[in-house]
Structures are given as C-alpha cells and as structure tokens.
C-alpha cells in the first residue's frame, strides 16, 4: 500500500495540484494505511474491502483529535494534548474530506492504473456534512477586531491592512500573503492573482479606500523592508497564513469576536451579494469555476439578512406609487 500511495502521490504532483491539496491527500493516506496495518494486518491495495473503509469511517468518528490507535493503545502526536480542541470528535466535514481522498486514491488505482479490478468504494456514498451558518461580521465587530492591532509596529500595522484587504476584496489569504507590488493596477484599481487555488489568472478589485490605504502602507514598507512581498514577515520573507491566521484570532478573542481569514472571504461575497452585486461578477472575483459553485457556498443568508435585502429592493419602497 506505501508503494501505491507513493506512486499516487507521484501522479498527483505531476498534475500540478496545489501543495494544500497534495498534503492533505498524503496526510489522509498514511493514516489509513497505518489503521489498516495495525487494525486488520492488510498491507496491500487488493485486499482491502468496502467493510474496512466503513469501519475506518466509524473509527474516525469515534477516536478524538491528534490521536491514532496503535496496538489498540493511544498515542499522542507532537504533543496535541496542549492543545484546546484534543480528543474533542472530529468534524462531519474532516470525516468527509479523509473519505474523498481515500476516495480518490482507490478511483485512482482501478481506474488510471488499473491495479485493482474490484473497487471497494465504488459502493460508498459521499459524506455530506451540514453546513454551519457563517456568521456576518457587523461593521462594529469589525472596527473592535481592526483596533486592536498596534498599528505603529511594523507587524501590527501590517496585520492591520491585510485584515481590510481581505474583507474589501475577497481574495484567499494565500493569495494575499504572496502579493508583490506588480500585481497592483492602481489606476483600475485591480489585483492581478498569478496562482489562485484552480490555477487560473484572475483579477480582484479594491475600493478608493483601500487604494489610499495600500499607497500608505508601501510607503511605510519601503521604509523599513526591502522584501519583494508586499506583507512580509519582520525578516523579509514570506508571511505564513497560519501566523496571520493566529493573530487574527487572537485580536478577535480580546473583543469577543470570533473570526479567521476565510470568513473575510465569506464576509465579503455576502455584503457584496446584500449591496446589490451580481452572482455571475462575485463568482469571476472569487475566483470559482462556475457561478452554480459560488451559489453552494454563499447561499446561507439568516432572515435577518435576507429581510435587510428586501428591504432595499422592494418594489413598493422603490416604486413612486
């Protein structure tokens, strides 16, 4: 099975996925041939059965986070113990993904490679996980999430822009955090993304205000950095998106506001949506491969929101009758 995954892997880089997708496939895969070891002694692709991955998929619901039996003993990885959310069940949708990727692996081996004639999840339905409701950020949260970076450090003030960024464009923090200063147009105040997640170029836009913003900010970076990268770490080099992701969270934690870079992303598609955008313009920015797939994702309006939405578009408000 080590020999088949490593082969897959090797298929998978050479259609040029993103690393996202590539360690995750590699990450869900090492797990399950552990469990297939240690738990049934079944160390080759042909011999496993659509009955071993059900009970892989019962495992996983029932093990908590960062622990993996072996020798029906549990043992601890990189000291996850430390962390809030150890031995707390994992998530329908983590559940979901390790299936889709065990998924793939297996379509991969009976159908490209032709390794095994009987594919054991060709009878395995998908995990469909129930979406949580996202919630939409007010301008007040926002403004106390936004006030507790220091903008006069070099790191805060950064932060800071990045956050506004976010929510003013819509971009995936990735692409955000890899920025340099040619990809901005400031006089059609547009972003040129030269590696978004589907490998496609793509333009993003900001507002006046962010233009004013990002004019200031690169005056103040070439001050004090000489990196490529238009938000670089302190040393020059490229910010990590979990570093980014961490102090977001933090400086929502101070005022009670839950938030992380993604639902900028969702916050953004929704006051875009509820400002009278257009599904077809939000799902060119979003950078999604069709509009029914931007749809899927930002469909989960509260009453409250949709009622707000009427409200400005309706007909007898806007009719002079």
């Not at 003030?157 to 920025?179: A, F, H, K, P, Q």
């Not at 509820?274 to 309006?301: C, M, P």
Request: aromatic share 12%; hydrophobic share 35%.
């Amino acid at each position: 099975m080590e020999l088949q995954m490593d082969n897959f892997m090797l298929y998978c880089s050479s259609k040029n996925l993103s690393k996202k997708t590539l360690r995750s496939y590699e990450q869900t895969l090492r797990l399950f041939v552990m469990y297939m070891d240690e738990q049934f002694q079944v160390n080759e692709v042909c011999k496993v059965k659509s009955a071993h991955i059900r009970h892989y998929i019962k495992y996983l619901r029932e093990r908590g986070k960062y622990t993996v039996v072996t020798n029906n003993a549990s043992m601890k990885v990189n000291h996850p113990d430390h962390r809030n959310d150890f031995n707390k069940p994992l998530s329908d949708t983590t559940v979901a993904n390790y299936l889709r990727n065990i998924k793939v692996f297996f379509n991969y081996l009976h159908t490209v490679e032709r390794e095994i004639k009987v594919n054991p999840v060709a009878n395995i339905k998908n995990i469909k996980p129930l979406r949580k409701q996202k919630a939409l950020l007010s301008s007040e949260e926002i403004v106390k999430v936004l006030r507790q970076f220091d903008t006069s450090t070099f790191h805060g003030y950064r932060n800071w822009i990045v956050t506004r960024l976010l929510l003013d464009t819509g971009m995936r923090i990735s692409e955000c955090l890899s920025l340099k200063p040619n990809d901005f147009d400031f006089k059609n105040k547009a972003i040129l993304i030269e590696n978004p997640k589907n490998r496609q170029q793509r333009y993003v836009y900001f507002s006046f205000k962010m233009s004013s913003d990002i004019k200031r900010w690169l005056q103040y970076h070439d001050r004090f950095s000489n990196s490529d990268f238009i938000f670089p770490t302190i040393r020059g080099t490229e910010l990590e998106v979990r570093n980014f992701e961490k102090s977001l969270r933090d400086a929502g934690k101070k005022v009670g506001v839950s938030i992380h870079p993604h639902q900028l992303r969702n916050n953004f598609a929704k006051y875009y949506l509820l400002n009278g955008g257009d599904w077809v313009s939000l799902s060119r920015i979003l950078g999604h491969s069709s509009v029914e797939v931007t749809q899927k994702a930002y469909l989960d309006f509260t009453d409250k929101e949709i009622g707000s939405k009427y409200q400005k578009h309706s007909p007898l408000n806007n009719l002079q009758i």
